[in-house]
Antibody
Protein backbone atom coordinates (compact mmCIF):
# COMPACT_ATOMS: atom_id res chain seq x y z
CA UNK A 1 0.00 0.00 0.00
CA UNK A 2 1.29 3.42 -0.97
CA UNK A 3 1.83 5.64 2.07
CA UNK A 4 3.02 9.21 2.28
CA UNK A 5 3.42 10.69 5.75
CA UNK A 6 4.27 14.36 6.19
CA UNK A 7 5.82 15.83 9.30
CA UNK A 8 7.55 18.96 10.48
CA UNK A 9 4.69 21.43 10.49
CA UNK A 10 4.00 23.79 13.35
CA UNK A 11 3.77 27.39 14.48
CA UNK A 12 6.52 29.75 13.31
CA UNK A 13 6.96 33.51 13.39
CA UNK A 14 7.06 35.58 10.20
CA UNK A 15 10.57 35.49 8.76
CA UNK A 16 11.25 32.11 10.33
CA UNK A 17 12.14 28.77 8.81
CA UNK A 18 10.71 25.28 8.86
CA UNK A 19 11.63 21.98 7.23
CA UNK A 20 8.90 19.61 6.15
CA UNK A 21 9.48 15.92 5.51
CA UNK A 22 7.46 13.31 3.66
CA UNK A 23 8.22 9.66 4.36
CA UNK A 24 7.25 7.33 1.53
CA UNK A 25 6.58 3.61 1.66
CA UNK A 26 4.84 0.87 -0.28
CA UNK A 27 6.35 1.80 -3.65
CA UNK A 28 9.67 2.41 -5.40
CA UNK A 29 10.18 6.01 -4.32
CA UNK A 30 13.15 6.60 -6.61
CA UNK A 31 10.99 5.93 -9.68
CA UNK A 32 8.45 8.65 -9.02
CA UNK A 33 8.32 12.39 -9.43
CA UNK A 34 7.08 14.18 -6.34
CA UNK A 35 5.35 17.44 -5.49
CA UNK A 36 4.34 19.70 -2.65
CA UNK A 37 0.84 21.16 -2.76
CA UNK A 38 -0.64 23.43 -0.12
CA UNK A 39 -4.08 24.55 0.93
CA UNK A 40 -4.65 27.72 2.92
CA UNK A 41 -7.51 27.64 5.45
CA UNK A 42 -10.84 27.52 3.62
CA UNK A 43 -9.15 27.91 0.23
CA UNK A 44 -8.34 25.76 -2.78
CA UNK A 45 -5.29 23.76 -3.76
CA UNK A 46 -2.03 25.46 -4.75
CA UNK A 47 0.89 23.58 -6.29
CA UNK A 48 4.17 24.91 -4.95
CA UNK A 49 7.00 22.62 -6.04
CA UNK A 50 7.98 19.62 -8.18
CA UNK A 51 11.06 17.42 -8.18
CA UNK A 52 12.01 14.80 -10.74
CA UNK A 53 12.78 11.24 -9.75
CA UNK A 54 16.52 11.84 -9.62
CA UNK A 55 16.37 15.59 -8.95
CA UNK A 56 17.04 16.24 -12.62
CA UNK A 57 14.23 18.75 -12.75
CA UNK A 58 13.00 21.10 -10.04
CA UNK A 59 10.29 23.73 -10.37
CA UNK A 60 8.63 26.19 -8.03
CA UNK A 61 5.57 28.37 -8.02
CA UNK A 62 6.39 32.06 -8.17
CA UNK A 63 4.85 32.51 -4.71
CA UNK A 64 7.65 30.48 -3.08
CA UNK A 65 10.55 30.79 -5.52
CA UNK A 66 13.72 31.89 -3.78
CA UNK A 67 12.32 31.08 -0.33
CA UNK A 68 11.52 27.36 -0.48
CA UNK A 69 13.79 24.50 -1.52
CA UNK A 70 12.59 21.04 -2.46
CA UNK A 71 14.88 18.02 -2.17
CA UNK A 72 14.73 14.27 -1.83
CA UNK A 73 16.77 11.39 -0.47
CA UNK A 74 15.98 8.32 -2.53
CA UNK A 75 18.06 6.10 -0.25
CA UNK A 76 15.81 7.08 2.66
CA UNK A 77 12.56 7.26 0.67
CA UNK A 78 12.05 10.82 1.78
CA UNK A 79 10.97 14.15 0.30
CA UNK A 80 11.74 17.48 1.93
CA UNK A 81 10.68 21.10 1.74
CA UNK A 82 12.94 23.67 3.34
CA UNK A 83 10.94 26.82 3.92
CA UNK A 84 12.55 30.11 4.86
CA UNK A 85 11.52 33.78 5.07
CA UNK A 86 8.05 32.53 5.94
CA UNK A 87 5.11 34.88 5.56
CA UNK A 88 1.66 34.93 7.10
CA UNK A 89 0.27 33.96 3.70
CA UNK A 90 2.27 30.71 3.79
CA UNK A 91 -0.11 29.46 6.47
CA UNK A 92 -1.63 26.28 5.05
CA UNK A 93 -1.81 22.52 5.16
CA UNK A 94 1.10 21.17 3.13
CA UNK A 95 0.65 17.93 1.24
CA UNK A 96 3.23 15.80 -0.50
CA UNK A 97 1.80 14.22 -3.63
CA UNK A 98 3.21 11.52 -5.87
CA UNK A 99 2.99 11.47 -9.64
CA UNK A 100 2.10 8.07 -11.07
CA UNK A 101 3.45 6.75 -14.34
CA UNK A 102 0.59 8.42 -16.17
CA UNK A 103 -1.53 9.85 -13.42
CA UNK A 104 -0.76 13.24 -11.90
CA UNK A 105 -0.97 13.48 -8.10
CA UNK A 106 -2.15 9.88 -7.83
CA UNK A 107 -1.32 9.56 -4.12
CA UNK A 108 -1.34 12.15 -1.34
CA UNK A 109 -0.20 12.31 2.25
CA UNK A 110 -2.53 13.39 5.03
CA UNK A 111 -0.90 16.81 5.21
CA UNK A 112 1.01 18.78 7.83
CA UNK A 113 -0.20 22.14 9.09
CA UNK A 114 2.03 25.19 8.99
CA UNK A 115 0.95 28.35 10.80
CA UNK A 116 2.93 31.54 10.36
CA UNK A 117 1.96 34.05 13.00
CA UNK A 118 3.50 36.39 15.52
CA UNK B 1 0.00 30.59 -16.67
CA UNK B 2 -3.07 28.54 -17.55
CA UNK B 3 -6.08 29.57 -15.49
CA UNK B 4 -8.76 26.98 -14.80
CA UNK B 5 -12.26 28.27 -14.07
CA UNK B 6 -14.70 25.88 -12.46
CA UNK B 7 -18.46 26.29 -12.46
CA UNK B 8 -20.70 26.40 -10.66
CA UNK B 9 -19.00 27.26 -7.38
CA UNK B 10 -21.68 25.30 -5.52
CA UNK B 11 -24.02 22.62 -6.77
CA UNK B 12 -26.99 21.72 -4.59
CA UNK B 13 -28.41 18.31 -5.41
CA UNK B 14 -29.99 15.27 -3.80
CA UNK B 15 -28.74 11.68 -3.64
CA UNK B 16 -29.61 9.85 -6.84
CA UNK B 17 -29.43 12.97 -8.99
CA UNK B 18 -26.92 13.61 -11.75
CA UNK B 19 -24.12 16.10 -11.17
CA UNK B 20 -22.42 17.97 -14.00
CA UNK B 21 -19.32 19.99 -13.13
CA UNK B 22 -17.48 22.22 -15.58
CA UNK B 23 -13.84 23.26 -15.90
CA UNK B 24 -12.72 25.77 -18.52
CA UNK B 25 -9.08 26.46 -19.34
CA UNK B 26 -7.77 29.85 -20.42
CA UNK B 27 -5.90 28.13 -23.27
CA UNK B 28 -5.79 24.63 -24.68
CA UNK B 29 -4.56 21.89 -22.35
CA UNK B 30 -5.22 19.14 -24.91
CA UNK B 31 -6.45 16.22 -22.79
CA UNK B 32 -4.11 16.84 -19.85
CA UNK B 33 -6.84 17.62 -17.38
CA UNK B 34 -7.54 15.68 -14.20
CA UNK B 35 -10.19 15.78 -11.48
CA UNK B 36 -9.84 15.36 -7.71
CA UNK B 37 -12.34 14.90 -4.91
CA UNK B 38 -11.72 16.33 -1.45
CA UNK B 39 -13.80 15.70 1.63
CA UNK B 40 -13.52 17.85 4.78
CA UNK B 41 -10.36 17.13 6.74
CA UNK B 42 -9.04 14.76 4.08
CA UNK B 43 -6.43 14.90 1.35
CA UNK B 44 -7.60 15.14 -2.25
CA UNK B 45 -8.17 11.92 -4.17
CA UNK B 46 -7.55 11.44 -7.89
CA UNK B 47 -10.73 10.56 -9.79
CA UNK B 48 -10.05 11.18 -13.49
CA UNK B 49 -6.85 11.80 -15.48
CA UNK B 50 -6.22 12.66 -19.13
CA UNK B 51 -9.75 14.05 -19.29
CA UNK B 52 -11.60 10.75 -19.32
CA UNK B 53 -9.58 7.96 -17.67
CA UNK B 54 -10.85 6.78 -14.31
CA UNK B 55 -8.17 6.27 -11.70
CA UNK B 56 -7.79 2.91 -10.00
CA UNK B 57 -10.72 2.04 -7.77
CA UNK B 58 -12.95 4.91 -8.86
CA UNK B 59 -16.58 3.87 -9.38
CA UNK B 60 -18.05 3.91 -12.85
CA UNK B 61 -20.59 6.57 -11.88
CA UNK B 62 -17.74 9.08 -12.23
CA UNK B 63 -16.91 10.03 -15.81
CA UNK B 64 -14.92 12.77 -17.47
CA UNK B 65 -15.10 14.28 -20.91
CA UNK B 66 -13.76 17.17 -22.96
CA UNK B 67 -10.62 18.41 -24.62
CA UNK B 68 -8.74 21.61 -25.40
CA UNK B 69 -10.44 24.18 -23.14
CA UNK B 70 -13.76 22.70 -22.01
CA UNK B 71 -14.10 19.75 -19.66
CA UNK B 72 -16.87 18.09 -17.70
CA UNK B 73 -16.97 15.79 -14.71
CA UNK B 74 -20.23 13.88 -14.46
CA UNK B 75 -21.46 11.88 -11.49
CA UNK B 76 -24.31 9.82 -12.91
CA UNK B 77 -26.18 9.14 -9.66
CA UNK B 78 -24.99 10.86 -6.52
CA UNK B 79 -24.26 8.68 -3.53
CA UNK B 80 -24.16 10.20 -0.01
CA UNK B 81 -20.36 9.87 0.02
CA UNK B 82 -20.01 11.95 -3.16
CA UNK B 83 -20.87 15.23 -1.45
CA UNK B 84 -17.50 16.95 -1.43
CA UNK B 85 -15.40 19.57 -3.21
CA UNK B 86 -14.09 18.77 -6.68
CA UNK B 87 -11.01 20.34 -8.28
CA UNK B 88 -9.72 20.21 -11.81
CA UNK B 89 -5.99 20.37 -12.58
CA UNK B 90 -3.98 20.85 -15.76
CA UNK B 91 -0.61 19.40 -16.66
CA UNK B 92 -0.27 20.60 -20.23
CA UNK B 93 1.74 23.79 -20.06
CA UNK B 94 3.82 24.12 -16.91
CA UNK B 95 5.27 25.30 -14.65
CA UNK B 96 3.21 26.37 -12.95
CA UNK B 97 0.88 23.45 -12.40
CA UNK B 98 -2.55 24.89 -11.75
CA UNK B 99 -5.84 23.92 -10.15
CA UNK B 100 -9.31 25.29 -10.58
CA UNK B 101 -11.01 27.03 -7.71
CA UNK B 102 -13.23 24.05 -6.92
CA UNK B 103 -16.90 23.12 -7.06
CA UNK B 104 -18.68 22.15 -3.86
CA UNK B 105 -21.35 19.51 -4.33
CA UNK B 106 -23.75 19.80 -1.42
CA UNK B 107 -27.04 18.31 -0.41
Amino acid sequence: EVQLVESGGGLVQPGGSLRLSCAASGFTFSSHEMNWVRQAPGKGLEWISYIGSNESSIFYADSVKGRFTISRDNAKNSLFLQMSSLRVEDTAVYYCARDGLWEPFDSWGQGTRVTVSS
Amino acid sequence: EIVLTQSPATLSLSPGERATLSCRASQSVSIYLSWYQQKPGQAPRLLIYDASNRATGIPARFSGSGSETDFTLTISRLEPEDFAVYYCHQRSNWPPLTFGGGTKVEI
